[in-house]
């Protein structure tokens, strides 16, 4: 199957309620720019340095939404606030003051998810969901930040029921906080995520084909 009819058919399966995020890192202008003709507007980068060039080049798409799914570093933050309306990976309370911070001295106000770790996952970061429940009331009282929802990924090492019951817990503690989105499911977990109540999924090799850098 080309990749534009893989994309087509996957969009039109979605059920109500459930957006994609194209993931396009690794990925040319050129194939971002295709899928926009398509009607995707909102692409996923991971890496500040790789996003603006390529923000630079497709500045014309007046629609597009970008959002930021990697690993954030405190002093990309600033960089991160201006560029993308969405951030993903929010894995601790000072990265978000600090977000906070920031995105006041920008006039900006990005859309937050909180990248929660539900498992053991030394190969992650993300807030364990005491330190999200224990720190809520300070949580939401920093400004000039948007909280939307929680993401995330599952370790590599479980089957298909555990992550399951991971994706079930991740939608039950974001509607336990008030958070509309779950940004949860990849290229080979996006239908288990979406069984489990995913609002964004977040798709990368299996739209764009394999990485091209
Ligand atoms: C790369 C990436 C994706 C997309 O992964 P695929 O397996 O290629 O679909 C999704 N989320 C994050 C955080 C990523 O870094």
Redesign the pocket.
Known sequence: MSSSSKFNSIKDSLPHGVSLLA?S?GHHQESIRKLYSFGQLDFGE?RLQEAIPKKNDLNDLKQLRWHF??KLQKNKVRGVVKEFEFIHSVDSLALLERISRISQEEHKKPNIFFQVKLRDDPSKGGFLKQDLLENWSKIISLNNIHLIGLMT?PPIALNSHQRKDLFCECRKLANHLGLKDCSMG???DWQEAIECGASWI?????IFGKRQT
């Open positions: 993931v890192k991971s799914v990697g990924i990849m290229s080979n977040r798709l990368g090799s299996l």
